[in-house]
Structure formats: structure tokens, C-alpha cells
């Protein structure tokens, strides 16, 4: 079953940047819907769909975040 994440990242902390384009170039081909947003000025915003198990790849750091896309029904 697919699941919904967001993830959030600050554009200064590029540790936290890295980190999560590393993650998802990495498993991008296992996404069912990915979506780049934010402003890009102050903060990076990925919406992303994927089976749990994708998912729970995940790095402890990029813990998802609520959003409306997070909690919409798939």
C-alpha cells in the first residue's frame, strides 16, 4: 500500500539538503508521485508517494512532516 510524506528542510542546513536529494534521487524510480515546492529561498518542500517500505528508508533527520498532502486520502 502507498503512503504520503512530506519532507522539509531548511535551504541554510545543507547537511539536511544533501541528505534529502541524496535520498530521493536515490529512490525516485520507487515514487509514485513526487512534487518539489517551497520557496526555495528559505525552505525545500518534497510531497511524495511511495510503498511503506520505500518510506521507512527514510533518514531519522527528513522525519516527515503534516501537511495537507500528507494527511489527504490517497
Sequence with gaps: MNKKISI???????EEVSLAETW???????????TESGCGCCVLIWD???????????????AGVVSDWSESEN
Design 8 to 14: 522539509c528542510v531548511d535551504v541554510e542546513d545543507l
Design 24 to 34: 530521493i534521487n536515490k529512490n525516485k524510480s520507487n515514487f509514485s508521485h513526487l
Design 48 to 62: 511524495i508517494e511511495a510503498k511503506e517500505n520505500i518510506l521507512s528508508t527514510l533518514p531519522d533527520q527528513l
